[in-house]
């Protein structure tokens, strides 16, 4: 069973920088497909960043320059690098796993995935 735990939320004025992990249990299968979502209440889940198994990321138009995602697959865990943020960018941070086909892009549509951490909150202040 595949299990996702985030930690490195909190609070940090705008412009400030906040990295966020992900850490991964229960798989052994390389071909991992990763994401960061977004959400805050009466929205919809935005997908922030993804990672594909071969290592091609993909992030919202709104987060680009600015958000970087990586992962160690030594230490089975996914990153979230959030620099000059916004209080746009407050809201409870998802990461996500699902084993796609290999020819697939990286994925930042939430129907995708099927495995979901608890989430961690991040909340930039003005």
């Known amino acids: 069973q595949v299990q996702l735990v985030e930690s490195g939320g909190g609070s940090v004025q705008a412009g400030g920088s906040l990295r966020l992990s992900c850490a991964i249990f229960?798989?052994?299968?390389?071909?991992?497909?990763m994401g960061w979502f977004r959400q805050t209440p009466g929205k919809e889940r935005e997908g922030v960043a993804a990672i594909a198994g071969d290592g091609r990321t993909s992030f919202a138009e709104s987060v680009k320059g600015r958000f970087t995602i990586s992962q160690d697959n030594a230490k089975n865990t996914l990153y979230l690098q959030m620099n000059s943020l916004r209080p746009e960018d407050t809201a409870m941070y998802y990461c996500?796993?699902?084993?796609?086909?290999?020819?697939?892009?990286?994925?930042?549509?939430?129907?995708?995935?099927?495995?979901w951490g608890q989430g961690t909150q991040v909340t930039v202040s003005s």
């Open positions: 229960g798989y052994t299968n390389s071909n991992v497909y």
């Open positions: 996500s796993a699902a084993f796609l086909a290999p020819w697939r892009g990286p994925s930042r549509t939430a129907a995708d995935y099927k495995y």
